[in-house]
C-alpha cells in the first residue's frame, strides 16, 4: 500500500489549511474576544491586553505538525509507504509520480484509488496572490490583520473566515445573522 501526497505533508486540506487550523485560530481568537470584553464583568480582571498575531499563528502551525507527523507515524506503524509527490496516470494501471526530492517514480496496481480533494476556483480577472486576494489558505495564514476584509461566499468556510475576522476586530462583511447563528462555528 502506498499513498501519494504533494502537499510534502499528510492529513490533506483538513489538517494542513482546513479544519484543524480554522479551528485553533478560531479557539483562540474567541479567547481573546472573550478577555477584551467578557472577563471583566465575570470578575476576572487582567493587564492590556494585545494580540499577537506571530504567536497565535506559530501555536495553530504547532497543532497541524503535530497531527501531520501523527500520520505519518501511523502510515510508518501500519507499513503504508509515504511518497511525497505529484502523481499523474500513466496508463490504465500505473501512475508516474514526480517526487518532491527531484526523483521520478512509475509505481503498478490492480486497484488506485483518485482522492485528490478540490481546490478553489480563481475569479476571471483576479490573481490570487494569498496575500491580498486570498482563499481562506491564505487567509489562515496573514501576517497582519487587515483593517478592512471582504469575504466572498457565505458558506460554511466563508464564514468560519468572518467569525475569525470578526472576533479579531478586522471588519468582515456578512450580515449580523448569519454571524450570530453560526457564532458556534
Ligand atoms: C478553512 C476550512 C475549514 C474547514 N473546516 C471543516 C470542518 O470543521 N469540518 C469538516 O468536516 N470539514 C471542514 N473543511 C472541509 C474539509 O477540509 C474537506 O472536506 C476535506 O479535507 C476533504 O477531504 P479530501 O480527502 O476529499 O480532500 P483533501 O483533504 O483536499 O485531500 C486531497 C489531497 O490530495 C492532494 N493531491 C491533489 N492532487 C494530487 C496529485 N496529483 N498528486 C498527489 N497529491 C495530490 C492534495 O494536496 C490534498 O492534500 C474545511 C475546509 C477548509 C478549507
Known sequence: MACIEKRGALGGTCLNVGC??????????????????????????????????????????????????????????NKVEYIPGTAAFSGENEVKVNRIDGDQQTL????????????????????????KVVTSTGAIALDKVPKRMVVIGGGIIGLEMVRFAEKDKYRGSADRDSRDLFGHV
Not at 503498478?108 to 475569479?123: C, D, H, Q, V, Y
Request: glycine content about 8%.
Open 20 to 77: 484543524i487550523p480554522s479551528k485553533s485560530l478560531l479557539n483562540n481568537s474567541h479567547m481573546y474576544h472573550q478577555i477584551l470584553h467578557d472577563t471583566k464583568k465575570r470578575g476576572i480582571e487582567v493587564g492590556d491586553v494585545t494580540l499577537n498575531l506571530k504567536q497565535m499563528m506559530a501555536a495553530k502551525s504547532t497543532s497541524v505538525d503535530g497531527l501531520t507527523k501523527g500520520v505519518e507515524f501511523l502510515f510508518k506503524k
Open 108 to 131: 503498478r496496481a490492480k486497484n488506485i484509488i483518485i482522492a485528490t480533494g478540490s481546490e478553489a476556483t480563481p475569479f476571471p480577472g483576479l490573481t490570487i496572490d494569498e496575500k
